[in-house]
């Protein structure tokens, strides 16, 4: 168990929805980390926040979004959805800003029908 | 980030020791390299790093050559539960980010 926290575990909803995952990282980290894993494009980095702030960006679509709340969880928004956004999405967290460690959630498995 | 080349796939026996080699030729002199291992479909879970000197933890031991162009994980005492996909990833140290390439799938067999 690495201590992070992924709700819902699996999701399936229609095209065109919107679904929000969120994240409980592990007791006291302060970065969180969004990846998603589909079966052809592998595991890709979509975004961090630190603390409350959006950190680094990778190749997150602009139906997605992302926030960190006060209490440190993270919530990711995925808008509009296609049958191609249906991967897992992992969360992850390390305590600082930049870490040599990350640990990684279980996933949320999206299924867009 | 620096390219890094895996086999696709793995074999080795149960009880016998895993060797999983990365190329990664193309290295800078402030990127380190890591090991991440992926069991069928959980999270991610780190395993090793270094930067040029070999390291050991409970989990398993890191090889990096000397001019640091390839590097090779080695699991001692492979178990079953070490079946997983193996990712070698090279990293700038204060990174945000990790990029996983396509990885190394092991599989352990009785």
């Known amino acids: 168990d690495s201590g992070v926290t992924q709700t819902p575990k699996h999701l399936i909803t229609a095209t065109g929805q919107r679904v929000t995952l969120r994240c409980s990282p592990r007791?006291?980290?302060?970065?969180v980390y969004w990846y998603q894993q589909s079966l052809d494009q592998g595991l890709q980095f979509l975004i961090q926040?630190?603390?409350?702030?959006?950190?680094a960006k990778g190749n997150i679509l602009e139906r997605f979004s992302a926030q960190q709340f006060p209490d440190l969880h993270s919530e990711l928004n995925l808008s509009s959805l296609e049958l191609g956004d249906s991967a897992l999405y992992f969360c992850?967290?390390?305590?600082?800003?930049?870490?040599?460690?990350?640990?990684f959630g279980q996933g949320t498995r999206l299924t867009v029908v | 980030d620096a390219k890094t080349t895996q086999p696709t796939s793995m074999d080795c026996a149960e009880g016998r020791a895993a060797n999983l080699p990365c190329n990664h030729s193309?290295?800078?002199?402030?990127?380190?390299v890591y090991w991440y291992r992926q069991i069928h479909s959980q999270g991610p879970q780190y395993i090793i790093h270094?930067?040029?000197n070999n390291e050991t933890n409970e989990m398993a031991s890191l090889i990096i050559t000397e001019d640091r162009k390839s590097s090779t994980l080695i699991l001692p005492h492979a178990t079953l539960r070490d079946t997983a996909v193996y990712y070698c990833?090279?990293?700038?140290?204060?990174?945000?980010?990790?990029?996983f390439g396509q990885g190394t799938r092991l599989t352990i067999n009785p």
């Open positions: 992850a967290s390390s305590p600082h800003y930049t870490d040599t460690e990350a640990f």
């Open positions: 007791s006291g980290d302060l970065s």
């Open positions: 926040y630190y603390n409350g702030e959006e950190r």
């Open positions: 193309t290295i800078s002199g402030n990127e380190y």
């Open positions: 270094g930067l040029k």
């Open positions: 990833i090279v990293r700038v140290e204060g990174a945000q980010k990790l990029v």
